[in-house]
């Protein structure tokens, strides 16, 4: 008799926040059927991923057991859950179900890479159940900071699993669908929940979280008492705060023009899914120039500081003819994600400098997150009471205290992170394997791997400057001319002369008394060649640069 | 008649956080005879500064100006006051005065730097007055998170200065003098206050500042909770927190070991300069191997996830053969400068996996901040109502918040940063002139300028990758042999094949078809070769390298 398992299998976001990508499977061990949930980037940066524009999973498991893979499930259209789609999708090439707002986003990226949109389907709100294989999958509307966020149900006949996606307990959420305590029971009524897959980026936060409604206020207050400009950023993605945001305008009497193109596109995508039918009209950056300043607001994009954003380039000077001046009000209606503060920062004293009043979060009176803080958890966790319980998308620490309050109110919880395999069936969750995953990094069109060593060079070249020494030997292993050497991202002079030359002289003097067996031999003589030029630059600067040795051999012709 | 002015010229530290530096003139205008108040450094991070080792402000003006400058003067130790006295020092030669603890740290800079360590005096707490040409200045004990801070008073024939140092209003301060209005009250009655330069840090801090002395008793009862081991880290100089760690190990019968040179040293030096005499006593790490982990503490360097220290690489396994396990507690007694979020994250999520509790600052419960909040500023203000207050130490925003705060108050408050010459003998502040003010590197034992290209260069090659071309020619302007590239931190392929051959083939065909104009011209062909590498880089890898090319002529011998 074969016996059929469920398995858990998180691919990416599983101690990390972004990157998401979860495998369900059903069936006999090693060859369950598979189905993906979410195909998220994490975002680069300088300390460890210079130059790269973008951080995807490596999915090679799932490209290796591709005859197993039903499909692909996205529960909403932020970049961390859908972003990587139109680069992966290629390698896998498997039906993506979403609900319209997701799909339609998703669509868009489709379009861009000319993939074929008809890949995506469009799913409506649980009861519609998509069936692949074992699993019947429904879409659950939650509340989020991004229109039609879905939880999933994913029926199996092992059990039930509830994947939470990204939510939060908004009973007014201004755009999209509030939370609902009573769909939530009636999923637990209806069968019992295995499983709960939750979302832990919040756990850390003790307050019962806040509608975004509670901010409707505090900002149109804060619009109606300025004059001059006002220009707001937030996620382009949150069609609710756009909303909120332009709603202040509306009453201030204010025209509203959205700056930055994933604001323009993220609202036509929301209006043309029909999730927004009454956001206030706008105003195009050619007309808002005529415009007096004190009747006009601006949301833009860049509430990271992204150096090529609305916000950042405002800060900078001006954009698309629009220019901010002393006395004019900039909103963050946003949080800093960490690591981003230094942008933000930047951003803030540039402003400061044109005397721009700046506000940020206000402390939660201009922002609230959309996930749920620990009360809003241990909710959930009460309403669907179920057996097992994973924390996921956290970074370890998350993923651990979430674990923690799961199993203080009894829930057998475990901390599962990318690349294990967890076995469902049982009454606990139990490892059973493990898989390489890692991350992909898409560095201009070229996909590389994270330990290619690609970047790791790039890393050095920033922190230790970079040499570079040819050599001309003819056929009969004489060095032709001197050792030549170029230095980029070096002191120009060392403590004895111009860096270059010390080292173009310590080299030569080496080329003249080197014997032919080392002249002879490529690998030796790169080996002393480099060796001479770290030593130098450890003399000379104090810094082991990186070294690049070119031996060029002339053949008689 | 001669007009005597009294000037002040911010070189550093005005329109940022860290590398203070401010200069002070009296006399003929342009012949102002001088002094300077604290040499900083600033701290390098991989966005702007990959490979630096420290920044320091350019003095380059004051060099200029060697015959006019009579002193140095060092407000307290903290690196971003005293870091570049060891660098920049031989530059200036001038002598130093400051208080015995600062005195001391600032020796052990100049033995690491083989400086004559009798350049820096030790000066005692006002009424002991240091006269120089027409400055007479007295340093007045302030409360901070390091032992003797000092403000200083500035007497000129023109007035009364006082230049706050970093400072806050701690009556009880565990270590070190307590901040004494009735010290304050007395210089203002004394003399009036021309002009406050005052610390700007914490002005967006709304609440009055906490004690050091409030954080005693969470601390000690967090530690009394714990079995197995407990670590904390803090900064190296804020030995008053130190004691209070090691107070609350004794009081749970712990032994106390420090690990981190940083940290032995600077509580040497407390104990040398007399500021700290009763520090429990402390174990060696050798020792502390031998003590059961329940009755140890180790107080460790690293708090801002620095990854040489103690924390970061305890949170990657061994330190001095001490290990974290699972239970135990690491303690950040430390706030998070921005910018240094992730590489704390990182720390705090190897913990968890390893199953070890960390606790952070705990929302103040574990931490207080050394600066004065706002309301201590308005605080200090009225005690020593200025004339003028002239905000200092913080960046474009906490200068212009601090600046309104003061003008709301009526005094006459002027945002000035680095560079600006601000005429201060009139009864308002005025603009006299600007300087020209900068940063240098400090890169391995060479120092950089900041505009010099040399960290521009190693941004670009970790953003872009490096490509080096080599080609031969004859004295006849043949090419011998065929182009040659190697690349450094770039995709091995690209769309057609392996990136470094593509772009051989594209060169080595330019070069068969290019005329003898091109080829005897080194700019035209290293332009020509450069041009072509990047746009097979844009075609192949969607990337446009950085490109060195070299162009070897053999000469007939």
Same mark, same amino acid.
């Given at each position: ?239 609710? @705060? ?50 007096? @300043? ?221 014997? @032919? ?13 480099? @060796? ?26």
């Amino acid at each position: 008799m074969t016996v059929n398992r469920l398995i858990y299998l998180p691919l990416g976001g599983a101690g990390e926040i972004g990157m998401n990508a979860y495998v369900y499977g059903y069936g006999p061990a090693n060859k369950e059927r598979l189905i993906l949930v979410d195909m998220g980037v994490t975002f680069p940066d300088m300390d460890s991923t210079p130059g790269v524009d973008l951080i995807l999973p490596d999915m090679t498991w799932l490209e290796e057991n591709l005859d197993r893979l039903e499909a692909i499930f996205i529960t909403h259209a932020h970049e961390d859950h859908i972003g990587a789609l139109g680069h992966l999708w290629p390698r896998l090439q498997k039906p993506v179900y979403a609900r319209r707002f997701t799909a339609t986003v998703g669509r868009l990226k489709f379009e861009e890479q000319g993939l074929p949109i008809e890949a995506i389907n469009i799913v409506a709100a649980r009861p519609e159940t998509v069936e692949v294989g074992p699993f019947n999958v429904q879409f659950v509307p939650v509340s989020h900071s991004i229109p039609e966020s879905a939880a999933l149900v994913i029926d199996t006949p092992a059990g039930r699993i509830v994947h939470s996606g990204d939510f939060k307990l908004d009973r007014s959420p201004v755009v999209g669908e509030p939370w609902d305590d009573a769909r939530f029971a009636e999923i637990a009524a209806e069968r019992p929940v295995k499983a709960l897959m939750c979302d832990s980026t919040n756990v850390f936060s003790l307050h019962p979280g806040r509608s975004e409604s509670s901010i409707r206020e505090p900002i149109r207050d804060l619009v109606a008492g300025r004059g001059g400009l006002v220009v707001a950023t937030t996620f382009a993605s949150n069609v609710a @705060r756009l909303k909120t945001l332009a709603e202040a305008a509306k009453a201030a009497d204010r025209s509203v023009c959205l700056m930055g193109r994933a604001m323009k596109r993220m609202v036509a995508a929301a209006e043309q899914s029909g999730v927004l039918t009454d956001f206030p009209r706008t105003v195009s950056p050619e007309d808002a120039a005529d415009i007096p @300043r004190g009747n006009l607001m601006l949301i833009v994009t860049g509430s990271q500081g992204e150096r090529r954003a609305a916000s950042a380039q405002l800060s900078r000077g001006k954009y698309l003819g629009m220019e901010m001046k002393a006395g004019d009000l900039f909103l963050f209606s946003s949080k800093t994600i960490p690591g981003n503060e230094r942008d933000v920062l930047r951003i803030m004293n540039n402003f400061s400098e044109m005397g721009v009043d700046v506000m940020d979060d206000g402390g939660g009176k201009y922002h609230v997150s959309g996930h749920a803080n620990r009360p809003d958890l241990e909710h959930v966790h009460r309403l669907l009471l179920p057996d097992m319980l994973i924390p996921m998308h956290g970074e370890h620490r998350h993923l651990r205290e979430h674990a923690r309050i799961g199993a203080e109110a009894g829930l057998a919880a475990a901390v599962v992170t990318n690349g294990m395999i967890v076995d469902l069936t049982g009454e606990t969750p139990v490892t059973v394997g493990h898989v390489e995953t890692g991350r992909l990094y898409l560095d201009g069109s070229a996909i590389v791997g994270a330990l290619d060593g690609v970047i790791r060079d790039r890393i050095r070249m920033a922190l230790n400057g970079h040499v570079m020494v040819t050599v001309i030997l003819d056929d009969d292993n004489s060095v032709l001319g001197e050792a030549w050497v170029e230095t980029m991202g070096l002191a120009e002079r060392g403590r004895s002369g111009i860096l270059a030359e010390v080292m173009e002289g310590e080299l030569t003097e080496f080329l003249d008394g080197a014997g @032919r067996k080392i002249l002879a031999d490529d690998d030796k003589l790169d080996e002393a060649l480099r @060796r001479i030029v770290r030593q130098v630059g450890m003399e000379e600067i104090g810094k082991k640069p990186e070294v690049t040795v070119v031996v060029s051999r002339l053949m008689a012709e």
